[in-house]
T-cell receptor, first 110, second 113 residues
């Protein structure tokens, strides 16, 4: 069946270092979405990518959608403590559902 | 603007007791509605979704049920809770016209003891 794999499961970085999470789908996606869940909070929609090869930026966050529309990445430049949380990718499974990656937990080392 | 409410925020229930969690959405009509469960430190498991009043699709067989008595109201229920029902329950909505992004409520932390 359709799968979305997300790696790594955890990433420990020093504040100021960069962070990247990768998302790979077993099927071509019409779009991919990224969400952030702060510790103890609920997932919050960040962005949706639709076009092949699309790159979008939100301040220090850069989102990419692969040419084949089967993979995506989220890169954070110079992490800050406010970036702590779990980042999820998700793609459409049907007209009404999303298939979710397992998430990458960003941990800032003291 | 749209707002999604969930209550209660936390709940501690004994094994075998009933459960009712409520979710309401404001500021939109005919939303798609979803119930997810998240175990501690884990990903999102879709439990139910609804594309209209009285229309419920179940993703995972279990002792939970869902109902949508009104357009913007979604209820998650159980007649008898199990220890394995503990978790973080999240309600979400999306527009019903082909856009897929979902907007989540604050969630309910359920501990079954």
């Amino acid at each position: 069946g359709q799968q979305v794999m997300q790696i790594p499961q955890y990433q420990h970085v020093q504040e100021g270092e960069d962070f990247t999470t990768y998302c790979n789908s077993s099927t071509t996606l019409s779009n991919i979405q990224w969400y952030k869940q702060r510790p103890g909070g609920h997932p919050v929609f960040l962005i949706q990518l639709v076009k092949s090869g699309e790159v979008k930026k939100q301040k220090r966050l850069t989102f990419q959608f692969g040419e084949a529309k089967k993979n995506s990445s989220l890169h954070i430049t110079a992490t800050q403590t406010t970036d702590v949380g779990t980042y999820f990718c998700a793609g459409p499974r049907s007209n009404y559902q999303l298939i979710w990656g397992a998430g990458t937990k960003l941990i800032i080392k003291p | 603007s749209q707002t999604i409410h969930q209550w209660p925020a936390t709940l501690v229930q004994p094994v075998g007791s009933p459960l009712s969690l409520e979710c309401t959405v404001e500021g939109t009509s005919n939303p798609n509605l979803y119930w997810y469960r998240q175990a501690a430190g884990r990903g999102l498991q879709l439990l139910f979704y609804s594309v209209g009043i009285g229309q419920i699709s179940s993703e995972v067989p279990q002792n939970l049920s869902a109902s949508r008595p009104q357009d913007r109201q979604f209820i998650l229920s159980s007649k008898k809770l199990l220890l394995s029902d503990s978790g973080f329950y999240l309600c979400a909505w999306s527009r019903g016209t082909g856009r897929y992004e979902q907007y989540f409520g604050p969630g309910t932390r359920l501990t079954v003891t």
